[in-house]
Protein backbone atom coordinates (compact mmCIF):
# COMPACT_ATOMS: atom_id res chain seq x y z
CA UNK A 1 0.00 0.00 0.00
CA UNK A 2 1.46 3.55 -1.36
CA UNK A 3 1.26 6.55 1.24
CA UNK A 4 1.68 8.73 -1.62
CA UNK A 5 -2.23 7.51 -3.10
CA UNK A 6 -3.37 8.49 0.31
CA UNK A 7 -2.32 12.10 0.45
CA UNK A 8 -3.22 11.99 -3.11
CA UNK A 9 -6.91 10.97 -2.74
CA UNK A 10 -7.76 12.20 0.76
CA UNK A 11 -5.34 15.07 1.16
CA UNK A 12 -3.85 16.78 -1.69
CA UNK A 13 -1.87 19.38 0.21
CA UNK A 14 1.41 19.41 0.91
CA UNK A 15 2.49 18.25 4.75
CA UNK A 16 5.00 20.97 5.11
CA UNK A 17 2.33 23.37 4.32
CA UNK A 18 -0.19 21.26 6.46
CA UNK A 19 2.57 22.19 9.60
CA UNK A 20 2.66 25.73 8.64
CA UNK A 21 -0.89 25.94 9.06
CA UNK A 22 -1.00 24.11 12.19
CA UNK A 23 -2.64 21.02 10.78
CA UNK A 24 -0.46 18.43 11.32
CA UNK A 25 -2.77 16.38 13.82
CA UNK A 26 -5.31 16.55 10.27
CA UNK A 27 -3.21 15.42 8.16
CA UNK A 28 -2.13 12.17 10.99
CA UNK A 29 -5.79 11.53 11.13
CA UNK A 30 -6.30 11.26 6.85
CA UNK A 31 -3.68 9.11 6.07
CA UNK A 32 -4.45 6.87 9.23
CA UNK A 33 -7.81 6.51 8.29
CA UNK A 34 -6.96 5.64 4.48
CA UNK A 35 -4.96 3.10 6.44
CA UNK A 36 -7.57 1.81 7.80
CA UNK A 37 -9.86 1.50 5.28
CA UNK A 38 -7.31 -1.51 3.86
CA UNK A 39 -5.84 -2.72 7.09
CA UNK A 40 -9.16 -3.33 8.55
CA UNK A 41 -10.83 -5.01 5.99
CA UNK A 42 -8.12 -7.82 4.90
CA UNK A 43 -7.29 -8.25 9.20
CA UNK A 44 -5.57 -10.03 10.19
CA UNK A 45 -3.89 -10.62 7.08
CA UNK A 46 -0.86 -8.32 6.59
CA UNK A 47 -0.33 -4.86 4.93
CA UNK A 48 3.01 -2.92 4.19
CA UNK A 49 2.71 0.44 4.16
CA UNK A 50 5.04 2.40 1.93
CA UNK A 51 5.86 5.43 3.04
CA UNK A 52 5.48 8.38 0.22
CA UNK A 53 7.82 8.12 -2.58
CA UNK A 54 6.65 11.40 -4.22
CA UNK A 55 8.82 13.22 -6.32
CA UNK A 56 9.55 16.81 -6.08
CA UNK A 57 7.87 18.00 -9.62
CA UNK A 58 5.18 15.47 -7.47
CA UNK A 59 4.89 17.37 -4.17
CA UNK A 60 5.36 21.05 -5.67
CA UNK A 61 1.41 20.09 -7.32
CA UNK A 62 0.05 20.10 -4.28
CA UNK A 63 -1.30 22.59 -2.51
CA UNK A 64 1.32 25.09 -0.41
CA UNK A 65 4.21 22.37 -2.31
CA UNK A 66 5.39 25.21 -4.55
CA UNK A 67 6.90 26.86 -2.12
CA UNK A 68 8.59 24.53 0.00
CA UNK A 69 9.82 22.21 -3.16
CA UNK A 70 12.97 22.66 -5.35
CA UNK A 71 13.12 22.96 -8.97
CA UNK A 72 15.03 19.58 -10.33
CA UNK A 73 15.76 18.93 -13.93
CA UNK A 74 15.87 15.02 -12.96
CA UNK A 75 13.41 14.50 -10.02
CA UNK A 76 13.14 11.25 -10.93
CA UNK A 77 16.57 10.81 -9.27
CA UNK A 78 16.33 13.65 -7.23
CA UNK A 79 15.29 14.17 -3.52
CA UNK A 80 13.06 11.30 -2.87
CA UNK A 81 12.73 8.45 -0.89
CA UNK A 82 14.74 7.79 2.58
CA UNK A 83 17.38 10.87 1.42
CA UNK A 84 14.08 13.01 1.77
CA UNK A 85 13.14 11.94 5.25
CA UNK A 86 16.45 11.70 7.05
CA UNK A 87 16.34 15.85 5.71
CA UNK A 88 16.42 18.64 7.95
CA UNK A 89 13.96 19.96 5.46
CA UNK A 90 11.72 17.20 5.73
CA UNK A 91 12.10 15.30 8.86
CA UNK A 92 9.16 16.98 10.53
CA UNK A 93 6.66 15.86 7.27
CA UNK A 94 8.07 12.03 7.28
CA UNK A 95 7.52 12.06 11.55
CA UNK A 96 4.09 12.37 10.21
CA UNK A 97 3.38 9.76 8.28
CA UNK A 98 5.31 7.65 11.32
CA UNK A 99 2.65 8.70 13.59
CA UNK A 100 -0.37 7.78 11.64
CA UNK A 101 1.28 4.07 11.25
CA UNK A 102 1.71 4.15 15.58
CA UNK A 103 -2.19 5.17 15.50
CA UNK A 104 -3.33 2.57 13.38
CA UNK A 105 -1.15 0.05 15.33
CA UNK A 106 -2.11 1.20 18.90
CA UNK A 107 -5.72 1.30 17.58
CA UNK A 108 -5.38 -2.82 17.26
CA UNK A 109 -4.21 -3.18 13.71
CA UNK A 110 -1.17 -4.96 14.43
CA UNK A 111 -1.21 -6.04 10.91
CA UNK A 112 0.06 -2.84 9.60
CA UNK A 113 3.87 -3.19 8.83
CA UNK A 114 5.72 -0.82 6.92
CA UNK A 115 8.61 0.19 3.37
CA UNK A 116 11.23 2.42 3.06
CA UNK A 117 11.01 3.93 -0.59
CA UNK A 118 14.27 4.38 -2.72
CA UNK A 119 17.10 3.56 -0.03
CA UNK A 120 20.53 4.53 -1.63
CA UNK A 121 22.63 4.13 1.22
CA UNK A 122 23.03 1.67 4.43
CA UNK A 123 24.02 4.63 6.45
CA UNK A 124 20.14 6.25 5.36
CA UNK A 125 18.43 3.31 6.44
CA UNK A 126 20.37 3.26 9.90
CA UNK A 127 19.75 6.71 10.02
CA UNK A 128 16.01 6.45 9.44
CA UNK A 129 15.59 3.62 11.95
CA UNK A 130 16.54 5.76 14.48
CA UNK A 131 13.80 7.84 13.52
CA UNK A 132 11.17 5.26 13.56
CA UNK A 133 12.06 3.85 16.99
CA UNK A 134 11.90 7.88 18.15
CA UNK A 135 8.41 7.66 17.25
CA UNK A 136 7.96 4.23 18.98
CA UNK A 137 8.51 2.25 15.49
CA UNK A 138 10.93 -0.52 16.31
CA UNK A 139 11.49 -3.57 14.55
CA UNK A 140 10.10 -7.09 15.85
CA UNK A 141 8.35 -10.22 15.51
CA UNK A 142 5.37 -8.43 15.41
CA UNK A 143 6.31 -5.19 13.32
CA UNK A 144 7.96 -5.63 9.75
CA UNK A 145 10.45 -2.83 8.57
CA UNK A 146 11.20 -3.50 4.98
CA UNK A 147 12.93 -1.81 2.46
CA UNK A 148 12.70 -1.09 -1.09
CA UNK A 149 15.72 -2.48 -3.51
CA UNK A 150 15.42 -0.69 -6.97
CA UNK A 151 18.64 1.53 -7.01
CA UNK A 152 22.09 -0.10 -8.29
CA UNK A 153 23.81 0.07 -5.33
CA UNK A 154 21.72 -2.63 -3.53
CA UNK A 155 22.48 -4.51 -6.47
CA UNK A 156 25.99 -4.62 -5.79
CA UNK A 157 26.23 -5.04 -2.20
CA UNK A 158 23.70 -6.36 -1.03
CA UNK A 159 24.95 -8.02 2.42
CA UNK A 160 25.88 -4.51 3.38
CA UNK A 161 21.98 -3.44 3.36
CA UNK A 162 20.64 -7.37 4.18
CA UNK A 163 22.74 -7.18 7.24
CA UNK A 164 20.88 -4.11 8.41
CA UNK A 165 18.19 -4.75 11.41
CA UNK A 166 15.27 -4.59 8.91
CA UNK A 167 12.74 -7.48 7.88
CA UNK A 168 13.29 -7.96 4.22
CA UNK A 169 13.47 -6.28 0.81
CA UNK A 170 10.69 -5.44 -1.83
CA UNK A 171 12.48 -5.28 -5.39
CA UNK A 172 11.27 -2.83 -7.35
CA UNK A 173 12.36 -4.14 -11.07
CA UNK A 174 11.19 -0.43 -12.78
CA UNK A 175 13.62 1.38 -11.23
CA UNK A 176 16.64 -0.61 -11.02
CA UNK A 177 16.22 -1.58 -14.86
CA UNK A 178 16.67 2.10 -14.85
CA UNK A 179 19.13 2.55 -12.93
CA UNK A 180 20.96 0.07 -14.21
CA UNK A 181 20.71 0.33 -17.58
CA UNK A 182 20.67 4.58 -17.05
CA UNK A 183 17.21 4.88 -18.67
CA UNK A 184 14.63 7.43 -17.64
CA UNK A 185 11.73 4.55 -17.25
CA UNK A 186 9.41 7.63 -18.98
CA UNK A 187 11.36 8.08 -21.33
CA UNK A 188 8.61 6.94 -24.76
CA UNK A 189 11.22 7.33 -27.31
CA UNK A 190 13.93 4.72 -25.48
CA UNK A 191 10.93 2.67 -24.69
CA UNK A 192 9.76 2.09 -28.07
CA UNK A 193 13.13 1.11 -29.09
CA UNK A 194 13.48 -1.51 -26.21
CA UNK A 195 16.16 0.10 -24.26
CA UNK A 196 13.64 -0.68 -21.05
CA UNK A 197 14.03 -3.74 -20.25
CA UNK A 198 13.93 -5.95 -16.91
CA UNK A 199 14.87 -8.97 -18.71
CA UNK A 200 18.26 -7.46 -19.84
CA UNK A 201 20.97 -9.52 -18.72
CA UNK A 202 22.50 -6.88 -16.82
CA UNK A 203 18.93 -6.24 -14.70
CA UNK A 204 18.94 -10.39 -14.26
CA UNK A 205 22.20 -10.34 -12.88
CA UNK A 206 21.20 -7.35 -10.47
CA UNK A 207 18.06 -8.87 -9.26
CA UNK A 208 20.24 -12.29 -8.52
CA UNK A 209 22.48 -10.54 -6.55
CA UNK A 210 20.01 -8.70 -4.64
CA UNK A 211 17.55 -11.84 -4.06
CA UNK A 212 20.81 -14.50 -2.93
CA UNK A 213 21.94 -11.70 -0.91
CA UNK A 214 19.21 -11.16 0.77
CA UNK A 215 18.56 -15.00 1.45
CA UNK A 216 21.57 -15.73 2.65
CA UNK A 217 21.12 -13.42 5.16
CA UNK A 218 17.44 -14.58 6.18
CA UNK A 219 15.64 -11.94 4.92
CA UNK A 220 12.52 -12.16 2.96
CA UNK A 221 12.74 -10.43 -1.04
CA UNK A 222 9.56 -9.84 -3.28
CA UNK A 223 9.21 -8.27 -6.22
CA UNK A 224 7.18 -5.69 -7.35
CA UNK A 225 7.27 -4.54 -10.80
CA UNK A 226 5.54 -4.91 -14.35
CA UNK A 227 7.49 -7.26 -15.90
CA UNK A 228 6.07 -10.25 -13.68
CA UNK A 229 2.95 -9.66 -14.83
CA UNK A 230 3.74 -9.90 -18.68
CA UNK A 231 6.70 -12.30 -18.97
CA UNK A 232 6.61 -16.56 -18.19
CA UNK A 233 10.16 -16.36 -18.69
CA UNK A 234 10.67 -13.16 -16.17
CA UNK A 235 8.84 -15.34 -13.45
CA UNK A 236 10.25 -18.69 -14.21
CA UNK A 237 13.75 -16.78 -13.44
CA UNK A 238 12.66 -15.73 -10.33
CA UNK A 239 11.08 -18.48 -8.90
CA UNK A 240 14.13 -20.48 -10.27
CA UNK A 241 16.13 -17.93 -7.83
CA UNK A 242 14.09 -18.40 -4.88
CA UNK A 243 12.12 -15.20 -4.47
CA UNK A 244 9.81 -15.65 -1.56
CA UNK A 245 6.94 -13.42 -3.14
CA UNK A 246 5.67 -11.80 -6.52
CA UNK A 247 3.63 -9.29 -7.01
CA UNK A 248 1.56 -8.61 -10.48
CA UNK A 249 -1.41 -6.49 -11.66
CA UNK A 250 -4.96 -8.11 -10.56
CA UNK A 251 -5.70 -9.05 -14.02
CA UNK A 252 -2.59 -11.40 -13.81
CA UNK A 253 -3.04 -12.97 -10.35
CA UNK A 254 -5.03 -16.24 -11.76
CA UNK A 255 -2.88 -17.04 -14.43
CA UNK A 256 0.53 -15.88 -12.48
CA UNK A 257 -0.37 -18.52 -9.58
CA UNK A 258 -0.57 -20.91 -11.64
CA UNK A 259 2.59 -20.48 -13.44
CA UNK A 260 4.46 -20.27 -10.65
CA UNK A 261 2.51 -23.71 -9.28
CA UNK A 262 3.90 -25.21 -12.51
CA UNK A 263 7.27 -23.71 -12.26
CA UNK A 264 7.96 -25.43 -8.92
CA UNK A 265 6.72 -28.44 -9.46
CA UNK A 266 8.89 -28.56 -12.66
CA UNK A 267 11.92 -27.80 -10.69
CA UNK A 268 11.18 -29.41 -7.74
CA UNK A 269 11.03 -32.66 -10.19
CA UNK A 270 14.35 -31.99 -11.54
CA UNK A 271 15.42 -31.80 -8.08
CA UNK A 272 13.98 -34.83 -7.28
CA UNK A 273 16.28 -36.96 -10.28
CA UNK A 274 19.62 -35.69 -9.28
CA UNK A 275 22.35 -37.99 -8.02
Given at each position: MRMEFIVTGNIGKHPLYMIKNGQQQEYVNKLSDGIRKVAGAISPKPVIVRFSDFKTNEYRNLDGGFDFEPHEENPIIGWRGVSRFISEEFIEAFRLELRAIKKCRDEGLINVHVMLPFVRKPSEVTRCLEILKSEGLEMSEEFGIYMMAEVPAVALLPEEFA????????????????????????????????????????????????????????????????????????????????????SVSPDAVAKTRKLVASIEKKYSALKTKLP
Amino acid sequence: MRMEFIVTGNIGKHPLYMIKNGQQQEYVNKLSDGIRKVAGAISPKPVIVRFSDFKTNEYRNLDGGFDFEPHEENPIIGWRGVSRFISEEFIEAFRLELRAIKKCRDEGLINVHVMLPFVRKPSEVTRCLEILKSEGLEMSEEFGIYMMAEVPAVALLPEEFADLPITGASIGSNDLTMGILCIDRDNARLGRKEYFNERDPAVLKGLSNIIRGFKNYGKSVSLCGQAASEYEDFVEFLVKENIDSISVSPDAVAKTRKLVASIEKKYSALKTKLP
